[in-house]
């Protein structure tokens, strides 16, 4: 069994995915054994013993001693083997070495954000090769599950509290991470990938902010779309979701609120939508948008509404 998957896991990437596929494969070939020795017993016994004469009477069987203390002792072994394997499994993927590297996970419907010790955050996750990683995860609405099958990793992650799991990549390279909680309609959609690259890429990519110092505002603006979840209420191509659509707002005139009163979409408006959803609700939509978002940096700010204004074909509002 080497470490580029067989038919029933995908490749080994990390230290347990070893322990996690010895313990699965024990458990299926010792199950499949005992199947086969089962079946194959009671087709003998069905052969040997059948009646072939309808006067024909069973002969007693004497029991034996043995063979009653083997299927009680056999199988207690190797419930406690599982159980001691398991269990060891289990602590070691529990307990996180204390020098691994942290980085926060933020789950919400539907996407991922991983926030570092310096403050990148990033949609996609980035781990160094070789380096022991904790994540400390928690949920912006409901259950969410943290999940990198390369890895043998997976782990709840709940509203209202923190949960965490570690893991160390043992190759470069890109793999999937799910979500593996049903967490409403886009639940499918909650996928993205892990990059493992090497310790030295890694710190110049922390160090750069995840490529996004030097992005341009509204480039910036796309990428917050994706990593502050907006896409899950806000299109941009025009089709109705559970908020406005972003497609021609900035520079909208005749805005209408829930209250009756019209605004225009300009700069400011904007702003106070991102930074106050609560402040005015659009006429047919409903007050559900999250408060978190008041702690977007004034560059993410003007980011994600320089990214509005590349999505708009109207014209600038006066004094914008």
């Not at 024990?26 to 003998?44: D, P, R």
């Not at 980011?303 to 509005?308: G, K, Q, S, V």
Request: one cysteine or more.
């Amino acid at each position: 069994m080497g470490d580029s998957g067989t038919f029933w896991l995908p490749e080994q990437a990390s230290t347990i995915a070893s322990q996690v596929d010895g313990l699965f494969y024990f458990v299926t070939w010792v199950s499949a054994i005992l199947f086969v020795g089962v079946v194959a017993a009671m087709l003998y016994f069905a052969y040997r013993y059948r009646r072939t004469h309808p006067s024909e009477r069973p002969t007693p069987v004497k029991e034996s001693k043995l063979l009653e203390i083997s299927w009680i002792v056999v199988p207690t072994i190797l419930v406690l083997l599982v159980f001691n394997w398991g269990f060891k499994t289990f602590i070691e993927m529990n307990v996180a070495p204390p020098d691994a590297y942290e980085i926060r996970a933020e789950a919400k419907k539907w996407s991922w954000l991983f926030t570092y010790p310096n403050g990148t955050q990033s949609d996609t996750l980035y781990v160094p090769e070789g380096q022991p990683v904790k994540m400390t995860m928690s949920s912006q609405d409901v259950i969410h599950s943290f999940f990198i099958p390369a890895f043998r990793v997976k782990h709840d992650v709940l509203p209202n509290r923190y949960s965490s799991v570690w893991f160390e990549a043992t190759k470069t390279g890109t793999f999937d991470l799910f979500c593996t909680e049903y967490c409403g309609t886009g639940h499918s959609d909650m996928i993205t990938q892990t990059k493992v690259v090497s310790q030295s890429e890694f710190d110049e990519w922390v160090e750069s902010g995840g490529g996004a110092k030097d992005l341009p505002l509204p480039e910036l603006g796309k990428r917050l779309y994706s990593q502050q979840g907006c896409q899950a209420c806000h299109s941009i191509d025009g089709s109705s979701m559970v908020g406005p659509t972003w497609q021609n707002l900035y520079g909208k005139t005749g805005h209408e609120m829930e209250d009756g009163a019209t605004v225009t979409a300009d700069e400011n408006y904007l702003r106070e939508a991102i930074l106050e959803p609560g402040a005015q609700i659009v006429a047919g939509y409903q007050n559900v948008m999250p408060a978190s978002y008041s702690n977007l940096s004034e560059r993410q700010l003007t980011a994600l509404i320089a990214y509005m204004k590349e999505l708009s074909t109207n014209e600038a509002p006066s004094g914008d």
